[in-house]
């Protein structure tokens, strides 16, 4: 599996973007997907997940102003983010995994099978 992330760019705070993030490879089926963030001096962190029948899990920071979803005919995810402050400046990356159990953990204590390239989100104040 062969992923790409898209859609990041420089916004306002209290605007939003959409990432994209499409997949390539046979054996995506069943596949579920996440989004990570690495914020300038800190570690990787988990900002949402969805699985392949669609159940959605969010960190605290994410919950309530980014909603995920993905498109399995078109083997694509999406993170949509509304909202955004300073602090969700980051470079964000989708990932994907046969365990969903691997890629919704909040702690990112899991090595994840598949990354894409990340994109990168600039929230300015």
């Known amino acids: 599996v062969q992923l790409q992330a898209s859609g990041g760019g420089l916004v306002q705070a209290g605007g939003s973007l959409r990432l994209s993030c499409t997949a390539s490879g046979r054996a995506f089926d069943g596949y579920a997907m996440g989004w990570f963030r690495r914020a300038p001096g800190s570690e990787r962190e988990f900002v949402a997940a969805?699985?392949?029948?669609?159940?959605?899990y969010y960190s605290d920071s994410s919950k309530g102003r980014f909603t995920i979803s993905r498109d399995n005919e078109k083997l694509m995810g999406f993170l949509e983010m509304s909202s955004l402050k300073p602090e969700d400046t980051g470079v964000y990356y989708c990932a994907a995994d046969p365990a969903l159990w691997k890629v919704m953990d909040p702690e990112h204590r899991y090595v994840i099978t598949y990354w894409g390239k990340g994109t990168q989100v600039t929230v300015s104040s």
């Open positions: 969805i699985g392949w029948s669609g159940s959605t």
